[in-house]
Structures are given as structure tokens and as C-alpha cells.
């Protein structure tokens, strides 16, 4: 597990992380979200003791990363894909970080075949793409078989089979009971990969919840109904109390639950060829919940041109 205890980073007066506290469960992949500039990074080099906190501490499995005896067995890391040695193939690479951590050279074979870089094992790391690199530092932080991960944006630069690839990985350790955290800003990709969620803005949490609780939360309470009688069904409802908003597609926004509205409507048997709560998609719902957060923002362009 990661703990997060009030963990605060100030850089000079731009205070990065505000007093954050959480924790990251095994089982799960938990995202870790936020607009540019939130902290995502700051947090995550502090995990791994690349960055020193200002006041609070961070842990894993108890202890300041620092302190951690076997460091790369027990969490595995990928923030910088291209901080590889760019003359050193990815096999050295690989076989270094084993060799100086004590792992047997077995291991480096099997990261390389599960990340798919058998192909390019030989290849120095600066002829990689993006998408390539992407798949060492995976390969990087899996070699200690570790129980934790710790994945800065590893979707970045895959390709879609890569994308589906990454999903699945992660999915796969985390029914093996191991912890996954990773940030990212791909949210179609986040809502397919991830369980629960910690949001952040201006370095402070929040949400700190289930994917399928934020999404109820952020989604709107009414329902939309389709029918062939909006007036007669306006008027059943209306005269119900409930209110209802006539929308330009014909159909009906009602701020009623959907059970309620199917009996009224057929006591007064009234078609309905459609009932479907106001849901939320992952990337409404976070833009909603971090529009006060946002610290860089494109212009609204004011041109005439479409
Ligand atoms: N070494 C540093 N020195 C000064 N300021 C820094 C440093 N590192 C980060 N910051 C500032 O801290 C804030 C948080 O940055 P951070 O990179 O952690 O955000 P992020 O959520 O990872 O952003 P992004 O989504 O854009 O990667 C930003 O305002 C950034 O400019």
C-alpha cells in the first residue's frame, strides 16, 4: 500500500502539493488524475524519493521509499520513459538495473518477451519511438516482480494494440493482488482501465473515490425519455408535481427517477420508447469537478473562422 500523510512540496512560493492525504489499495488500479500542473508528478517523484517533501511524508508498505531494503522488488517505477542511456540497448539497460539489484539475468529475458520488445532487445535505446520506450520503462519496473507500480502516463506514445496491451496488464496485476497507480490524461482510456480514482487540483485532493461512485456523483439527477406523445406525457408528469423541460429533439428531460416515470406513464398508458438517466462520462464529470483548478488554459479563440 501507498500513504500519502498531509504531504506538502512548496518550490520556492509555488506550492505544488497542498497537503495531500490518501491512500493506494492493492487489488485495484487507482488513476491519478488532474489538469496540467496539478502535482501528479511532484507526488509521484516524492513516492519514490526523487523528491524530497517540505512537510508530511509519503510511504510504501510503511516506510519513506528511502528506507526500503530491496527497493526494486518492492515498487516499480515508470516516470521518464527516455531517461534511458540513449547508446545502450535495451537489453543492457535492462541487464544493468538486474546485475546492480540483485536479479537474476532469467528475469531480464522474461520482461523483455511480456513488454514485446524481443524483436528490438538489441536496439539502442535512442532509435526507439516514443511508444518503444514506453514499453522498456514498463519492462524496467516490472523486473523486480514487484507488489507495487507506480506509472506516470504509461499510455503515452502506444499505439492501440499497445493501449489495449497496457489495459490488460494492469488489470492482470491487480487480480494478482498487487497495488497499480498510475496518472494519466487519456480519460476514454482511464474509464476502461481503472477502479478507483484520486483526483487532484492546485496540489490538493479532490476526489478520492470509486470510478462508478464519481461518475453518479458528477452525472445530473434528471433522466431523458423519448416518446411519441412528449404532450401527453408533459402533462401526466407535470401534473404529477415533477418537472419536465421540453428539449429540441423532441424528447423530455424529466427530474424524476426512471421506476417513477415508467408508472406514470403506464397508469396513463402512454407510449414510451425510451427511459435513460443523465450519465456522466468520466472526462464531464472530471472537467466539472477540476474547472476551478485549472491553471493553464487555452484561449477562447475570438476568430470568425469555423
Ligand atoms: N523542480 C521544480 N521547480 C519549480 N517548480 C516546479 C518543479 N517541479 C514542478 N514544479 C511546479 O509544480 C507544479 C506541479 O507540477 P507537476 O509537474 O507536479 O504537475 P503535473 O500534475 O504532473 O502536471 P502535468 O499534467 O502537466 O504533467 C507546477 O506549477 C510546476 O511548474
Excluded at 242 to 269: F, K, N, P, W
Aim: hydrophobic share 40%; aromatic share 4%; net charge positive.
Amino acid at each position: 500500500m501507498i500513504e500519502a500523510n498531509d504531504l506538502t512540496k512548496r518550490f520556492g512560493r509555488c506550492t505544488a502539493v497542498d497537503g495531500l492525504s490518501f491512500q493506494v489499495q492493492p487489488g485495484r488500479v487507482t488513476g491519478f488524475l488532474g489538469p496540467n500542473g496539478a502535482g501528479k508528478s511532484t507526488t509521484m517523484r516524492m513516492m519514490l524519493g526523487l523528491d524530497r517533501p517540505t512537510s508530511g511524508t509519503v510511504s510504501i508498505d510503511g516506510v519513506p521509499y528511502q528506507r526500503l531494503s530491496d527497493p526494486l522488488r518492492t515498487v516499480g517505477a515508470l516516470l521518464d520513459a527516455r531517461a534511458v542511456h540513449p547508446r545502450r540497448t535495451a537489453l543492457n539497460h535492462l541487464r544493468i538495473l538486474a546485475r546492480s539489484n540483485g536479479i537474476p539475468a532469467r528475469r531480464v529475458r522474461e520482461v523483455i518477451e511480456l513488454t514485446g520488445l524481443s524483436s528490438v532487445a538489441h536496439r539502442q535505446a535512442r532509435t526507439f519511438s516514443l511508444g518503444m520506450s514506453q514499453r522498456l520503462g514498463i519492462a524496467a519496473a516490472l523486473l523486480g516482480d514487484p507488489a507495487i507500480l507506480v506509472l506516470d502516463e504509461p499510455v503515452n506514445g502506444l499505439d492501440p494494440e499497445g493501449v489495449l496491451w497496457i489495459r490488460k496488464l494492469m488489470r492482470d496485476l491487480a487480480t494478482q493482488g498487487r497495488t497499480v497507480f498510475v496518472s494519466s490524461h487519456l480519460m476514454s482510456e482511464v474509464a476502461l482501465s481503472v477502479d478507483h480514482l484520486i483526483i487532484i487540483g492546485r496540489g490538493r485532493l479532490l476526489a478520492d473515490t470509486s470510478m462508478t461512485a464519481f461518475i453518479d456523483q458528477q452525472s445530473d439527477a434528471g433522466v431523458q425519455v423519448r416518446t411519441p406523445e412528449p404532450q401527453r406525457l408533459h402533462d401526466v408528469l407535470a401534473g404529477a408535481g415533477i418537472t419536465v423541460t421540453a428539449c429540441a429533439d423532441g424528447s423530455l428531460q424529466v427530474a424524476a427517477e426512471a421506476e417513477r416515470i415508467g408508472v406514470l406513464a403506464a397508469a396513463h398508458a402512454v407510449t414510451v420508447h425510451e427511459v435513460r438517466r443523465n450519465t456522466a462520462s468520466l472526462e464531464e464529470a472530471f472537467m466539472r469537478l477540476t474547472a476551478d483548478t485549472v491553471v493553464y488554459r487555452a484561449e477562447q479563440s475570438r476568430g470568425t473562422h469555423r
